[in-house]
């Protein structure tokens, strides 16, 4: 039996501690078997027993291997593409249920670590960094936009606005979001994984799902068992494979690489985030970065379109790093990682039920941290028989990528050349 570590990044080093779970090696009955224990399986399993379902959850590798424990740590609401694109997708009811939850997963994610007492450094506070003109103007259409959905947390910052938020004389201006903000990501799936226990869910890590028999009562086979269960929730994401061949074809892994820096002087990164915010810039192949508990700068950007793990991750990083900040030139990195995201041709999630009883939720395009938290309530709504919300995304079209899964990787990789030169030139 295989046992597939977490990745050598610094949330698997300063993880808090977890229990040893082991693999399934038996045939068992459940009402809920879900596959995956990344944010999105997590979620939906913590809203099912809560409302009095049986669920077990199988993880290939270790709760929160994927995504979910390498991501950039950011709480950043809506969508991979904003509610406008959702309003030119969906008709207007599902835009309008679409365009209301699009604030609803950092909330979830703060009831959580409230209610189960989730220790993963929650920091309040986001900020969105435009390089120029037209990105600032993109910003003010988007608080309009959020706005007009009910959002009041948006704040604009001008030139000297963002430089009281962060040390970098690149950027133009920015929007501060207040409901944003930044969490050790490996720890609050670990806290949500303890959850799912206290509320009696069974995780079995080390179970990759390797066949799934349709039908009536669905049966999930491992390497050593089997789960029958009324229902099936596939939440693997990037990592599933060829498990539901459907889905497959109308999405794609794809990589982004992060660094941490050793701990940094208390006097240096209190001047590089004051208010110790998270940062995103607003170009379409964007960098993000924040600090850590413990003063680590972490940042990352970049996308490897096909999900190859690059050769030297910290080449591809170190120099966005220190274009941003070159007062860090003598600071050390520590960690280095890569982690896979699923993005669809849309850049909108693709969300439906197969057979009538097996779920699914993916491609959050990158944009994921908040999503699967909304993600996981609806599909727990749905399989309540309150599929109003569920129905809404699934109402999303889902287009296979052009040429198939061989041609995927090297359009996308050829389409976002053509936006990063865009954004380089301020077009």
Excluded at 168 to 174: D, L, N, S, T, W
Excluded at 261 to 276: I, K, M, V
């Amino acid at each position: 039996m295989s046992n597939t570590p977490y990745p050598l990044s610094y949330y698997a080093a300063s993880a808090n501690p977890a229990p040893a779970r082991a693999a399934l090696d038996s045939v068992i009955e459940t009402d809920v078997c879900v596959i995956g224990a990344g944010y999105t399986g997590l979620s939906t399993a913590l809203f099912l027993l809560e409302h009095g379902f049986r669920v077990v959850v199988l993880e290939a590798a270790k709760v929160g291997f994927g995504a979910s424990g390498r991501n950039g740590g950011q709480i950043v609401n809506s969508y991979s593409r904003d509610i406008d694109s959702v309003e030119r997708s969906a008709g207007s009811h599902e835009a309008q249920l679409i365009g209301s939850m699009a604030f609803e997963g950092g909330q979830i994610i703060r009831e959580r670590i409230s209610s189960y007492d989730i220790k993963c450094d929650l920091k309040n506070g986001g900020v969105f960094a435009a390089f120029n003109a037209k990105q600032i103007r993109h910003l003010e259409g988007q608080k309009a936009l959020w706005e007009r959905y009910g959002y009041d947390q948006l704040e604009m910052l001008d030139h000297n606005g963002i430089r009281n938020v962060v040390a970098c004389e690149r950027y133009a201006g920015g929007m501060l979001d207040h409901g944003g903000g930044h969490i050790h990501p490996l720890n609050l799936a670990l806290g949500e994984a303890d959850a799912v226990e206290s509320l009696g869910g069974a995780i079995y890590e080390q179970s990759p799902a390797i066949r799934i028999v349709r039908g009536s009562r669905p049966q999930v086979h491992t390497q050593r068992g089997q789960v029958t269960a009324k229902f099936v929730v596939v939440a693997g994401n990037a990592y599933l494979g060829g498990l539901v061949p459907e889905l497959a074809a109308k999405s794609m892994p794809c990589g982004t690489q992060v660094i941490a820096t050793e701990p940094l002087e208390p006097e240096l990164a209190a001047t590089l985030l004051p208010q110790d915010y998270c940062v995103e810039d607003c170009n379409y192949l964007l960098d993000y970065f924040r600090l850590s508990a413990d003063k680590r700068l972490i940042y990352g950007g970049g996308v490897v379109y096909g999900a190859r793990d690059p050769a030297d991750i910290e080449a591809i990083i170190r120099p966005k790093m220190l274009k941003t900040f070159p007062q860090l030139r003598d600071v050390k990195t520590e960690f280095t990682w890569t982690g896979n995201f699923l993005m669809t041709l849309s850049r909108l999630p693709q969300v439906g039920r197969l057979d009538g009883n097996l779920y699914y939720s993916q491609g959050c395009s990158g944009h994921g941290v908040t999503y699967t938290h909304i993600a996981g309530k609806v599909i727990a709504e749905a399989l309540r028989g309150q599929a109003e919300r569920f129905d809404a995304f699934a109402s999303l079209p889902h287009y296979p990528f052009p040429g198939g899964q061989s041609f995927s990787a090297p359009l996308s990789a050829l389409g976002a050349l053509y936006y990063s030169m865009r954004d380089r030139l301020g077009f």
